[in-house]
């Protein structure tokens, strides 16, 4: 009956734990995004530093097509670093966020044993086993993506009457949206493969911790179960023990009655002596 008490209380613990589990889990999404806000800007100001340096010298022939250039050569170093750190980063702060719910955990299982052991007073010795994050699902990295312009005909075709400061003023708004193309296009490729590893990490964490409590419960009842079934199995034992030697005693108590019955030359019989089981 302690038991079945420790046990429900340890219920409610689990059902707190799990409620700081989802707050953690909304709180990390949100992190989650405010990281991915901090690089959009980041890889904006970049990328439009670099389109503004192929730009500082105005309008010339080719300009459109050297700022590509330049964008291409610098998506691919700067993603690859910033994306990198960005990731770690995050997936230390998850892994700080998952190693408080691990001891949390770990501590409400041993609870569920060390109850047991306390109320039976029996030997108990505590294992534990790590959960841990790891990145399973890696970024695709875009490295770029240009509009063609209208039925496929070369923007230089259709501006090519245009005053050059009108041409300045189209290309440099064409590398504008580029520009934050590729930004979107990159930082969302890595939020969504975050959103899906912390997704998962949470959704494995309270699985497995789910299935080691129900088990550690489970095999505890089982373990005072064998324990209770051994307990009676002896108590049945010495009951049958107790009922044969009550047997033998009226059986002896039959037979004194008897030998003191009879006048022996030696002597009377007058009891057993019940150390010895010598008759005196």
Not at 21 to 29: C, E, F, I, V, Y
Not at 47 to 64: D, F, M, N, T
């Amino acid at each position: 009956a302690l038991l079945r008490q420790k046990l429900t209380e340890l219920t409610t613990e689990e059902q707190q734990a799990d409620d700081i589990l989802a707050g953690d889990r909304k709180r990390a999404l949100d992190f989650l995004e405010q990281q991915a806000g901090f690089l959009r800007q980041k890889a904006r100001d970049y990328l439009s530093q670099v389109v503004a340096k192929e730009l500082s010298g105005g309008e010339r022939p080719g300009l459109e097509r050297d700022a590509q250039a330049a964008l291409m050569a610098a998506v691919a170093p700067f993603f690859d670093r910033e994306l990198s750190a960005t990731a770690d980063q995050f997936s230390d702060y998850l892994a700080g966020v998952m190693a408080v719910h691990q001891q949390r955990a770990e501590a409400l299982i041993q609870a569920v044993r060390q109850t047991a052991a306390t109320i039976f007073a029996l030997d108990y010795q505590a294992v534990e086993q790590e959960l841990t994050f790891q990145m399973k699902r890696q970024p695709y990295w875009v490295k770029t993506e240009w509009q063609t312009g209208l039925g496929g005909i070369p923007h230089t075709w259709l501006e090519v009457l245009l005053p050059a400061s009108f041409r300045f003023v189209r290309i440099r708004k064409r590398l504008e949206r580029q520009v934050e193309t590729l930004v979107l296009r990159n930082v969302e490729s890595l939020r969504w493969a975050l959103l899906q590893n912390t997704e998962a990490a949470f959704h494995s964490f309270r699985a497995t911790f789910s299935d080691r409590l129900t088990e550690a419960v489970d095999g505890t009842a089982q373990a005072v179960a064998a324990a209770a079934a051994q307990k009676q199995g002896q108590t049945d034992d010495v009951a049958d023990r107790c009922s044969r030697l009550q047997r033998a005693a009226g059986q002896l108590q039959q037979l004194l009655q008897q030998v003191n019955t009879v006048e022996p030359e030696f002597g009377k019989v007058v009891a057993i002596d019940a150390e010895s089981d010598r008759l005196i």
